[in-house]
């Protein structure tokens, strides 16, 4: 079962700072956490996420259509 306390206290957090994204992530054999980081930092890594998804579903597509 999961403890949502921690997702108040990320939304407690949050509203008191201004320049970092707080969020909550999984990690094996601790459960859930807060994670704090710059907005800078958060917007390249999920840029870059995004990236790779569509790098890698461009190829998926090109293999399933061409057989390569």
Do not use: H, W
């Amino acid at each position: 079962m999961l403890n949502l306390d921690v997702f108040k206290q990320a939304k407690s957090l949050q509203k008191t700072t201004n320049s970092q994204v707080v969020k909550v992530v999984y990690k094996n054999y601790k459960g859930l956490s807060l994670e704090v980081e710059p907005i800078e930092l958060a917007v390249i890594k999920s840029s870059l996420g995004l990236m790779a998804q569509q790098q890698n579903s461009f190829l998926a597509n090109t293999r399933g259509k061409y057989g390569c």
